[in-house]
Every structure is written in structure tokens, then in C-alpha cells.
């Protein structure tokens, strides 16, 4: 099976931004942005599909047999794709979250269609407010960052208390360098893999624009550092590509 491929192809282009706009509104995850979401995040994240493909082998190392998962913030559900693209049936059982019933209606459809032997139930919900069943790994990917910045420790704290010993959590975000100079050599190298991805200077300004406020990144720093204060005694950064980053953290056994 290839998820990644697949949603990708049933997608739409991404052409939101490419008119230019009086005034840029928030960017929300409405009914617009879900019919062209595989096209966006696929070429505006770099190493997307690359962290997608690690979750099924991080799983398959640290998942005990039958146990739950959490993908929070699930979107077309492209990380519960994945998963269930590399597990069998029967290694594990997936609540798939996100708060956009657009988002919900899609993912329901696709994960039933492409993998309906699998255990995956897609609910809508707030994932701050949500009742967490014991698991055995949580999937955010990408997603954190969208939450106001004073939600989430708490979010992480509840995490770790709903996390089996042993447990993990995936946790994927944009970030930010502390050091200026870094920071801004970083930045203006994503705005080339963007170029390069075919978005014009009008799209990627309105982007960035929609975004503000909406999308706030942290430094790496900052996430680790949060991490341990939500109980989390070890935490490490898997993976990075430029302004992009995947860092697990462990529940100790
Ligand atoms: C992927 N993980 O393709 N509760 C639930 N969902 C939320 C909340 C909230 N409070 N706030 C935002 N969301 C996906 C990609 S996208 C990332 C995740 C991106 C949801 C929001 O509706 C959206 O679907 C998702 O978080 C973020 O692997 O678009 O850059």
C-alpha cells in the first residue's frame, strides 16, 4: 500500500494564495483547504512524507502488541495511513482527532476505504479537552503548533499521564533558531524549497501572512524544556530540515 502516494494524488492543487488578496484572512482548515491539503503540506513541509514513513518503524520498535495510538490533529489522516500501510491489523488499535469537521469528514472516508481492517475511528474533537485512554504512543504531528502557545504544557502533562510506561510521543513542528542569523538563513532557504515547489512570491507572502498568530513555532530549546516539565525525563530531535523538526519523547517503562 502507498498512503502518502495515494493522497496525494486525489488532491487539488494548492492555489489559495495565488490571487493577490485586500486583506489576507487567518488561514483556517476549512472545506477549501481540505480538498488541496495532501498538494499544500506536501510541498510546503519539508520532509513531510520522510517523517511519515518513520512512524510505522518508530511504532513497530516501541508499540507493545494491540496497543492504543493517538493521532492528534489527524487532518486526511495521513499518519494513521501510515501506520496502518506498514502494521498488520491486529498490532495496534488508532483514535485519529482533529477539531475541523471538514478535516473529519475526509479522513473518515479515506481510512475507511484504504484500510478497513484495521482498528482507526476518527472522532471530532478538541484535543485540549479530550479524555485520554491509556496508549502506547501519540502522534502529533504538526499539530502542537497551532494550539495558543499557554495551552500547551498542559496538553503535554495530560499526554504523559494518558502514556503506558514505555510509552511514546512523536511530536512534529515548525520551529525557530534562537540564533538570529541562523534563524533567517533558515527561513530564507524554505522560501527557495517553496520556490522550487512551484509557489509564486505572492503565495508565499500571503502564506506567511494568513499564518501569523495562527501558526506560532518554538525553538527546540523550548520544546525539550516544556517536555520535561510535563514529565517527560527524555526527549530527542529525530529529525530536522531546516525550519522543520520531529522530536520523541519518552515515558519511562
Ligand atoms: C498530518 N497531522 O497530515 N484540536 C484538534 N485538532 C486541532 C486543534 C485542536 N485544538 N487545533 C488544530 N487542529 C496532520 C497534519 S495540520 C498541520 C496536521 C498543517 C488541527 C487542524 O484542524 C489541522 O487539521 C491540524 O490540527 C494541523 O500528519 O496544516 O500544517
Redesign the pocket.
Known sequence: MQPVLFMSDASYRDAIFTTPLDKVARFS?DERVVACFPDM?RRS?PGYGQI?GMLGLIAARHLRHGAHVY??????G??SLALAGQLPEDAFRLTA????PA?VGRARETLAAECPQHAIEVIE????TLDYVPSGMVIL???LQ??PPEDREALLARLHAALEPGGVLVLSEKVVDPDERDNAWRVERYHDFKRANGYSELEISQKRTALENVLVPDTLEAHHARLARAGFTRSLTWFQYLNFASLIAFKEA
Open positions: 482548515f503540506i513541509v511519515l493521532d492528534l490533529g489527524c487532518s486526511l495521513a499518519a482527532v482533529d477539531i475541523s478535516m474533537g478538541d484535543i485540549r504531528n504538526f499539530t497551532f494550539l
